[in-house]
């Protein structure tokens, strides 16, 4: 199965940019790459997704390598209530098995105020 | 409620019972996801109800694990003989079509019940 790999722990200082890298040698032509965080004590939430090409919508930026090898969450200002962990996973198609979600342990971000 | 909601919020057991863990999806959403997290760990995929299709088990730790998904809505989660390792916030999650009507992958997340067995 397609699996990601992602730093245990960044820091990044209140209302600067974060970077929150993902690598993933070995995805597949028809994986997705999505972005999931989850803040103390709830339940993950959807960030962002792409397949190909970067993509922008209100919370974060996902850049995507040209060879989909690797990807990069952008968190262009960095506030207080961003501090959580980062999961980055694949996922094929729509309807496909399940069985290739792989959360990991995911990167836990911490804002400096 | 508009989101994911799972019942209970916490749930302590003595290690041999059997335990349910309920969860009522968003309305309309076909899609419906298990996930467990112990402590200081990521998630960890259980299994995948889609429509009206054959569930995918395949993250099942042990035959002590089922699931059913009834009227295609709510789920429940039954444990067997429960043991102390199966200690772990359980998480449910379900996917559907987005507010412009398209199939969406985003999966939207109950607040999970943390289950302790003595």
């Known amino acids: 199965d397609a699996k990601t790999t992602q730093p245990n722990s960044m820091e990044s200082n209140e209302e600067e940019p974060v970077h929150l890298p993902c690598n993933h040698s070995?995805?597949?032509?028809?994986?997705?790459i999505h972005w999931y965080r989850q803040l103390p004590s709830q339940g993950p939430e959807y960030v962002i997704h792409g397949l190909t090409s970067n993509v922008n919508n209100r919370m974060a930026s996902l850049a995507i390598a040209e060879d989909r090898k690797s990807s990069t969450l952008i968190l262009h200002r960095a506030t207080l209530r961003d501090a959580a962990v980062y999961y980055c996973i694949l996922r094929g198609f729509r309807y496909s098995s399940a069985s290739k979600i792989i959360f990991g342990s995911g990167t836990r971000l911490s804002i400096r105020p | 409620g508009a989101g994911v909601s799972q019942s209970p919020s916490n749930k302590v057991t003595e290690k041999g019972k059997d335990v349910e863990l309920r969860c009522d999806p968003i309305s309309g959403h076909t899609a419906l996801y298990w996930y467990r997290q112990s402590l200081g760990q990521g998630l960890e995929f259980l299994i995948y109800?889609?429509?009206?299709?054959?569930?995918?088990k395949s993250g099942l730790p042990s035959d002590r694990f089922s699931a059913e998904r009834t009227g295609g809505s709510v789920s429940t989660l039954t444990i067997q003989r429960t043991q102390q390792e199966d200690s772990a916030v359980y998480l449910c999650?379900?996917?559907?079509?987005?507010?412009?009507?398209?199939?969406?992958?985003?999966?939207?997340f109950g607040p999970g019940t943390r289950l302790t067995v003595l």
């Open positions: 070995t995805i597949s032509g028809t994986d997705y």
């Open positions: 109800f889609q429509g009206n299709s054959a569930p995918d």
């Open positions: 999650a379900s996917s559907g079509r987005d507010r412009g009507g398209r199939m969406s992958d985003e999966q939207f």
